[in-house]
């Protein structure tokens, strides 16, 4: 059977070859109007960025820079979503206060230590998300008074999966606003603005 069939040609490998890794166009500019999936990240067509929950904080924040991103998904050991870190959770409060309770050094605080836990993580599904516009999700970051939310696809048999990602920031840049603070008061009055320069 096999003899029906002729090999392709093949060659070596050059040196310094890179890989392909999926890309998402988001649009440049959406209105408030436009439907929620042109601002949020599909982890069907991105590779979403993720660290242990037992990394160093600061190998995980050396992770967010090199990456370019501001949020890790954060996995357990049976590569289950066990929480979310944040830029905010690195460079905020939460290790002080974690160093003020725990003592040790900077260099002793885990992801774990600072990351927001699954349990505490308020999702949207994705039936809702393909029937919503930008300004609703906009309204339910606000609402939750949180910079990030995932958005999750829920099988027959009950168990979600992360299928994607809301980020007020990058909304705020798809909105017009020029983001100049990641704090989420300023995001939101920033967001504001553009909407009523209209």
Known sequence: MIKEYSALRSSLLKAGSSFVRPVQKLPERVKLSDPATSVMTDLNKVSVVSVRAKTSMDKANAKMI?????????????????????????????????????????ADIMVRDVMTTQRELEVLKIEDVQNAQVGQIVASLKKSRRQHVLVVAEGADGKQAVCGLFSITQIARQLGAQVQSFELAHTFAEIEAVIARG
């Open 66 to 106: 090199r990456y370019g991103v501001r949020t890790l998904l954060v996995l357990d050991d049976n590569d289950q979503a066990a929480g979310l870190l944040t830029a905010s959770d690195v460079l905020g409060e939460k290790p002080m206060h974690f160093l003020q309770n725990m003592g040790g050094t900077h």
